[in-house]
């Protein structure tokens, strides 16, 4: 006998969905009418080999995706068929990544539910056309990213380079939840894992460290140590350019002032410092923005605190600078 445990979207669809399975002899079909946040543990307890599942729970769309992810992170042994309200690409690819392989459309006559539940039991894959169209062309359009250590092992699961691949693809935290059917807050702790098994310490370092693996580099460049060499007056490689260029682009105020300071120091053509001066006053507004953000959040002793010790850093900074004889090279940018 197969065991499957059915949720359905709704208890009346749940107990419909059961009934129709159950004129199978095959199959032993337990259907599941608790909140979706116990489906977890009755997998296990129930010794479930099959789970039918929709891809929204408890009036949430998108919840059963973040179902299928929690019983994959505690490497639950079941196989999966995915209801979908929806025939659109990005549902069946996402039902795919959550790692089902049995897609099964509410258009579908519910009498052949039965044959995708042994089909997907027996390790075979149940899509129609269509939709295994839809997912090989997703494989074939999604960049390919390799995070390795220095001994080759993964280091990311695959679910955290999904996040990786739509960070790669520009797109924001909530984009990323929107995509994967997760929530803001979960995407964040992934983004935090991510940098921590990394060691990185922001999303655009973070893209710019997968970029490089991907190249195959032997080196791993990143991005504090470009902005330093720029800041520092050293030369960058015509890929470290590009990646500083990248970064600035992508708003880190610290690699747009890198590649002003960079496009100072190079002055290759009369343009470079126009280009420096641009990306002076972009970095400017980005801190301003930033500062703007920070002080609604900040208390005014914080506030306070926080200019005392700007000031005596910048006391500091001014001591070390009239010290430091400066290169006739150099022509500093005033900014009014």
Known sequence: MIRVLVADNSRIH??????????????????????????????????????????S????????????????????????????DSSRSEAVVQAFRAGATGIYSKHQPVEMLGKCV?????????ADNEQLA???????????????????LNLLTEREMQVVRCLA???????????LHLSQHTIKNYLFRIFDKLGVSSRVELLFLTMKMNNGGAEQTSLPALAETAEGEGALSPDESVLLRKAAEAGLPA????????????????????????WYLVA???????????????TPQQIDEAQQN???????????????????????????
């Open 57 to 84: 729970l408890d009036e949430q769309p998108g919840r059963g995706f973040e179902i299928l992810q929690e019983a994959r992170g505690q490497q639950l042994k079941v196989r999966v068929v995915m209801l979908l």
């Open 284 to 298: 400017m507004e980005r801190a301003s923005q930033a500062r703007g953000l920070l002080t609604k959040v900040m």
């Open 255 to 278: 690699a747009q002032l890198a590649l002003a300071q960079w496009y100072v120091t190079r002055k290759s053509s009369p343009n470079d410092l126009v280009q420096a001066y641009m």
């Open 14 to 55: 749940t107990h419909l969905l059961a009934e129709a399975l159950q004129r199978d002899k095959a199959l032993e079909v337990v259907p599941f009418e608790s909140n979706s946040s116990g489906l977890v543990a009755a997998i296990k307890v129930e010794k479930i080999d099959v789970l039918v599942i929709n891809s």
């Open 169 to 179: 693809q520009g797109l924001t935290n909530r984009e990323i939840a929107a995509r």
């Open 118 to 126: 042994r089909c997907v039991y027996q390790g075979q894959i149940w």
């Open 134 to 152: 839809v997912a090989l062309g997703a494989l074939a359009s999604a960049p390919t990213l390799r995070a390795v250590d220095a001994r080759g």
């Open 310 to 336: 700007a000031s005596l850093r910048l006391a500091r900074m001014k001591q070390t600078s009239a010290s430091t004889p400066e290169p006739a090279a150099v022509k500093r940018i005033p900014l009014k």
